[in-house]
């Protein structure tokens, strides 16, 4: 059965992309830690990040990096902090998250409720930015 990524990559569920290529996508995680938590997912699916060629797990970092680079210039973070945990959908991602200090990274925090302008707002300044 596919994954809530796999749908999302097949366009069959929307998404607030922000960047997508042959290989990946990014776009923003619906149940944010901080404002502009993204996540990066390649599009082939597999569930554990590690399985990955090596090739595409240097390409998914490279990737990564583009969208960590709008990041910090869209939010004001001290770092743009990378979580890879694995559990929550069995689809390899990698999560791109504003941060301030290392609590911000808590997945046991509190998320950010937004409406669906709020997330078109943040999706146009980070693809602007990129």
Excluded: W
Excluded at 2 to 22: D, M, R, V
Excluded at 59 to 87: A, M, W
């Amino acid at each position: 059965m596919a994954s809530i990524f796999t749908k999302i990559i097949n366009k069959e569920i929307p998404s607030y992309t922000i960047l997508e290529n042959e290989n990946f996508i990014s776009f923003l995680d619906i149940n944010p830690l901080t404002l502009g938590h993204c996540l990066v997912v390649p599009k082939k699916e597999i569930d554990y990040l590690f399985d990955l060629d090596d090739v595409f797990l240097n390409e998914i970092l490279i990737f990564s990096k583009k969208i960590s680079s709008s990041l910090i210039r869209t939010f004001d973070c001290n770092r743009v902090g990378v979580s890879v945990i694995g559990l929550e959908v069995p689809h390899a991602h990698v999560h791109l998250i504003p941060i301030n200090n290392e609590k911000d990274m808590s997945f046991s925090n509190k998320r950010i409720e937004m409406s669906s302008k709020d997330f078109t707002v943040l999706q146009s300044k980070i693809i602007k930015n990129l």
